[in-house]
């Protein structure tokens, strides 16, 4: 693990509620997948290639949704107001400065529009996505679309891997259920169906489908990114369904507790998305040479999602920043070292299973 992100970790679980930082940190059943999705990567390795780098590298990413100065955005993590005061807002400073886009959740402690202000303060460009679970009452997921709309978010993130809620052993022993008095889903406020004033609870349904997808197509223009995507065929379902792009991801370990590391699942993606979307990744990245390691297998760019709340719990915004420009720099030194000039030099050759040889 990056150094940085590493010694921020050790800070946040300091100052952290212990079982806020549980809620962080943990995953679903014995937190075997969460181990995986870091292990599978230290499983790999990279086979550099020599005498062909350049001076200065260029780490740009263009995206449906924004163009990213380095192939790393923040995925949508719930309730940063349990970190730090400032919340989603100095999560959304810190990536606006970074030049990268910030994923920001249905369940944010601070309401989307606020949260598109607090980066657009940084960077009038700045680009900020909007993750949602498609709501079974449909007029709640229109009224959160047309928000995201209005507060200029400029693309929307549909998680599809969470048909029910993930059993979380760690919050079942704290007794955490519910938000501290004072933080609430700000973007669950006065939804339809919620009392006046009020929030409704975010609800799923395993009988949500492709046909919801679809009206969710139908209702914007908004690109439309599919997260927590793992099986190949899902993969070619989304694309045939017109997404912009899929997200390999197993929601960080916290959803369906046998299911492989997102590293493991996403070769088979890029080759059954076959170049006509982009497919990104979050899980277990923790350092430059995780990013590296994605990219070369398909991902256009990679989300983290715990190292930016470790971040956040041991230093706001600036800790933030300290995760992103950690990983910016790390990815930079490792392209050179793989003989790199751009990200698409970073190949799936490079790749290599560690301890095996090569061949
Ligand atoms: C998440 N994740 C998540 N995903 C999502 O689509 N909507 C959400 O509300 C949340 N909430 C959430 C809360 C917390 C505390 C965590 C740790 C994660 C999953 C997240 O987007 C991402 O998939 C993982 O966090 C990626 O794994 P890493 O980077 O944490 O290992």
């Given at each position: 693990?990056?150094?940085?992100?590493?010694?921020?970790?050790?800070?946040?679980?300091?100052?952290?509620?212990?079982?806020?930082?549980?809620?962080?940190?943990?995953?679903?059943?014995?937190?075997?997948?969460?181990?995986?999705?870091?292990?599978?990567?230290?499983?790999?390795?990279?086979?550099?290639?020599?005498?062909?780098?350049?001076?200065?590298?260029?780490?740009?990413?263009?995206?449906?949704?924004?163009?990213?100065?380095?192939?790393?955005?923040v995925?949508?993590?719930?309730?940063?107001?349990?970190?730090?005061?400032?919340?989603?807002?100095?999560?959304?400073?810190?990536?606006?400065?970074?030049?990268?886009?910030?994923?920001?959740?249905?369940?944010?402690?601070?309401?989307?529009?606020?949260?598109?202000?607090?980066?657009?303060?940084?960077?009038?460009?700045?680009?900020?996505?909007?993750?949602?679970?498609?709501?079974?009452?449909?007029?709640?997921?229109?009224?959160?679309?047309?928000?995201?709309?209005?507060?200029?978010?400029?693309?929307?993130?549909?998680?599809?891997?969470?048909?029910?809620?993930?059993?979380?052993?760690?919050?079942?022993?704290?007794?955490?259920?519910?938000?501290?008095?004072?933080?609430?889903?700000?973007?669950?406020?006065?939804?339809?169906?919620?009392?006046?004033?009020?929030?409704?609870?975010?609800?799923?349904?395993?009988?949500?489908?492709?046909?919801?997808?679809?009206?969710?197509?139908?209702?914007?223009?908004?690109?439309?990114?599919?997260?927590?995507?793992?099986?190949?065929?899902?993969?070619?379902?989304?694309?045939?369904?017109?997404?912009?792009?899929?997200?390999?991801?197993?929601?960080?370990?916290?959803?369906?507790?046998?299911?492989?590391?997102?590293?493991?699942?996403?070769?088979?993606?890029?080759?059954?998305?076959?170049?006509?979307?982009?497919?990104?990744?979050?899980?277990?990245?923790?350092?430059?040479?995780?990013?590296?390691?994605?990219?070369?297998?398909?991902?256009?760019?990679?989300?983290v999602?715990?190292p930016v709340l470790?971040g956040?719990?041991?230093?706001?915004?600036?800790?933030v920043?300290?995760v992103?420009?950690?990983?910016?720099?790390?990815?930079?030194?490792?392209?050179?070292?793989?003989?790199?000039?751009?990200?698409?030099?970073?190949?799936?050759?490079?790749?290599?299973?560690?301890?095996?040889?090569?061949?």
């Amino acid at each position: 693990m990056s150094t940085v992100l590493s010694e921020l970790h050790d800070e946040a679980r300091a100052v952290l509620d212990p079982a806020h930082y549980d809620y962080y940190a943990g995953g679903v059943g014995d937190e075997a997948v969460l181990g995986e999705n870091e292990a599978a990567f230290r499983r790999l390795a990279l086979l550099p290639r020599v005498l062909r780098g350049a001076e200065t590298r260029d780490l740009a990413v263009d995206l449906p949704g924004g163009r990213l100065a380095l192939p790393v955005l923040v995925s949508p993590t719930a309730f940063h107001r349990l970190a730090h005061p400032d919340g989603e807002r100095a999560t959304a400073r810190a990536a606006a400065a970074a030049g990268t886009v910030l994923v920001s959740g249905v369940a944010s402690t601070v309401a989307i529009a606020e949260v598109v202000a607090a980066a657009r303060a940084v960077d009038p460009g700045a680009s900020v996505w909007f993750q949602l679970y498609p709501h079974p009452d449909e007029d709640v997921t229109a009224c959160l679309v047309r928000r995201a709309e209005r507060a200029g978010c400029a693309a929307l993130v549909v998680t599809a891997d969470s048909p029910v809620f993930g059993r979380h052993r760690r919050d079942a022993e704290h007794g955490f259920h519910d938000l501290p008095a004072g933080l609430a889903a700000e973007n669950m406020r006065d939804v339809p169906g919620a009392p006046p004033g009020g929030t409704r609870d975010i609800a799923m349904s395993p009988a949500v489908s492709w046909a919801h997808l679809d009206r969710l197509r139908e209702l914007t223009a908004l690109p439309l990114w599919l997260k927590g995507v793992l099986h190949p065929r899902d993969a070619v379902l989304a694309v045939e369904h017109g997404v912009a792009g899929v997200v390999v991801s197993n929601h960080g370990g916290r959803q369906c507790d046998v299911v492989p590391a997102a590293v493991e699942a996403l070769p088979a993606v890029v080759d059954a998305v076959a170049g006509r979307v982009p497919v990104l990744l979050d899980g277990g990245v923790r350092g430059g040479g995780d990013v590296a390691v994605a990219l070369a297998l398909g991902a256009a760019a990679v989300g983290v999602g715990r190292p930016v709340l470790w971040g956040l719990a041991a230093a706001g915004e600036t800790g933030v920043a300290r995760v992103l420009d950690a990983l910016r720099d790390e990815v930079d030194h490792v392209l050179a070292l793989c003989g790199g000039r751009d990200l698409a030099d970073l190949t799936r050759d490079l790749v290599v299973p560690r301890g095996a040889g090569v061949s």
